[in-house]
């Protein structure tokens, strides 16, 4: 008796995103932000902003303001970035909408140090699509870059952190992927962050390299729609 013999596949893939500068180009909105929160504080706006850029916010406040209280401080910036969310101008990274969208449903998730309702609030501005698994701020007691907010994705996904990939732009985000034991490309700089298992100066550079990654076809180019 002959047995016909069929190729099993292999491990599906996955893609994990950071959201802040790598989807979506909110520089301007947190040097903003962080400056009105410092005004409000008798504090150096660029002082203040060149904190926050490497800490999370309750280490930010332990810096700039060890005497306030960080319930106080932490109730503020959540003020003004609710506000940012109804009003702040913003936009996605060039190729952000194509390759989201060229993704296969269930292969990929949304890992932020933000909260969701912001997320979905300016992903609806932007036009970019939500994905069934979003990990946020409120979901880990254990923030990037500890590996907690990544493997919790990975769990939420069916997947084994072996098979991810994490896109990044910051080193605590790098570094966060880079514990859960996945893969972790750069984009959106000049230079490669540490660590970094390859590196992309932008977005729209990484997007067919990603889709190789979980087997999908490339993005069509918007510009060959007329």
């Not at 409120?138 to 939420?156: C, D």
């Amino acid at each position: 008796m002959i047995t016909e013999l069929t190729a099993r596949p292999g491990p599906k893939k996955y893609v994990l995103f950071d959201v802040d500068g790598t989807l979506i180009d909110a520089v301007d909105n947190q040097r903003r932000m962080w400056g009105e929160w410092a005004r409000r504080h008798g504090l150096d706006p660029e002082e203040v902003h060149r904190v926050a850029l490497r800490t999370r916010p309750v280490e930010t406040f332990a810096e700039v303001a060890p005497e306030r209280d960080p319930a106080e401080c932490l109730a503020l910036l959540h003020e003004l970035e609710d506000e940012d969310v109804r009003s702040g101008v913003y936009a996605a990274f060039d190729g952000a909408a194509g390759l989201l969208e060229a993704l296969p449903p269930g292969s990929w998730a949304l890992v932020t140090s933000n909260y969701e309702h912001r997320v979905r609030g300016r992903f609806a501005r932007t036009g970019l699509p939500v994905p069934e698994v979003v990990v946020d701020a409120a979901a880990v007691a254990e923030g990037k870059p500890s590996p907690v907010p990544y493997l919790l994705a990975a769990a939420r996904l069916g997947a084994e952190p072996g098979d991810c990939l994490v896109i990044e732009d910051a080193p605590s985000g790098v570094l966060s992927g880079l514990r859960a034991g996945m893969t972790v490309w750069g984009v959106n700089a000049p230079v490669a962050v540490e660590g970094v298992h390859r590196h992309f100066a932008s977005l729209g550079e990484a997007a067919d390299a990603v889709l190789a990654f979980v087997g999908a076809p490339s993005a069509p180019d918007p510009a060959s729609k007329g």
